[in-house]
């Protein structure tokens, strides 16, 4: 809903533009300075973009940026060189990364800055995207920040991932069933990194927990508290952080600590599990979140308590 019940105005010819009406202006006028551009522009049903684009037009500044002002641009020249981005930004309030944009801006250099070489930039350009900037930085001893500032210098933007073609996916619905070739291997094959097969395989609701039989999964619930899971493993033929990521995520812990849960907890989880957060229950009972959301799990899965 616009706050002003605000009219839409398009442009004759091309209903795609919408016109700013004097009753919109009104509006970005009054209301930019104090609630900033999202505001405004989910009253106006508008673009952040085109809020800020309009704003910028009639010199409207919005009170909740803060911008750089003279001062901080003299005390930025005067220190930044010497002592560098991090004390700047304690000093003035700021993140490094606003002081270290305002840098480049800027063209501010530090006093023991180490020019680029050319070789340098060939392989800043090769390789970023597909490597992190902190294992680029160590090839070419220098800080994960000096990489970022400066593929932001060369406007460097890492590549977005392919889009999976149907052969690609027919080889991912094969292959990941089978508990025997490893994610790992997965990727390889298939030369994408680890984790967007994961990703994939997710949105194509694959899950290698359904490959558990009720049988192992049973065999766990049985001995995950008088078996170490490398020994569970080696019963039910997986690996021992198989079992482990498995037993996290079905809420079997073994905290040799570990609190029994009496009758009148449960009966007070019961009937508070839909009013209450699990938070609140904690509180509530003085358990830890992770004890209330782990419970809650091995409820929903009929487990008996322990």
Avoid: C
């Amino acid at each position: 809903m616009l706050e002003n019940e605000v009219k839409i105005k398009r442009r004759p010819g091309n209903p795609n533009i919408r016109i700013w009406t004097e009753e919109e202006l009104n509006l970005l006028r009054e209301k930019l300075p104090l609630f900033g551009a999202r505001y405004v522009a989910g009253e106006l049903g508008r673009s952040i973009p085109a809020v800020r684009m309009k704003a910028a037009d009639l010199n409207i500044r919005s009170k909740t940026i803060r911008y750089w002002t003279e001062e901080d641009d003299i005390f930025l020249k005067k220190y930044y060189p010497k002592k560098g981005g991090m004390f700047v930004a304690e000093k003035l309030g700021r993140s490094h990364k606003s002081v270290i944009g305002r840098t480049i801006r800027l063209g501010i250099r530090r006093l023991n800055f180490k020019p680029w070489q050319e070789w340098e930039i060939r392989y800043l350009k090769r390789h970023y995207g597909s490597k992190t900037a902190r294992s680029i930085g160590r090839s070419l001893s220098r800080s994960a920040n000096a990489i970022l500032t400066k593929a932001k210098i060369l406007k460097l933007n890492k590549p977005h991932a392919s889009s999976w073609s149907e052969d690609e996916i027919k080889i991912l619905l094969e292959l990941y069933p089978k508990k025997e070739i490893s994610i790992t291997e997965i990727a390889e094959q298939l030369g994408r990194p680890m984790k967007g097969v994961i990703k994939k395989a997710r949105k194509l609701h694959l899950n290698r927990d359904f490959f558990w039989t009720k049988e192992e999964h049973q065999f766990l619930v049985k001995n995950y508290k008088r078996m170490t899971f490398k020994k569970i493993g080696s019963h039910i033929g997986k690996t021992e952080r198989s079992v482990s990521h498995y037993a996290s995520r079905h809420g079997f812990h073994r905290s040799p600590g570990q609190r029994k849960w009496a009758e009148e907890e449960l009966k007070y989880l019961q009937e508070n599990i839909d009013k209450l957060s699990p938070t609140q229950i904690a509180a509530a009972l003085n358990r830890t979140n992770h004890s209330v959301y782990s419970r809650i799990r091995l409820m929903k899965r009929n487990i008996p308590p322990t």
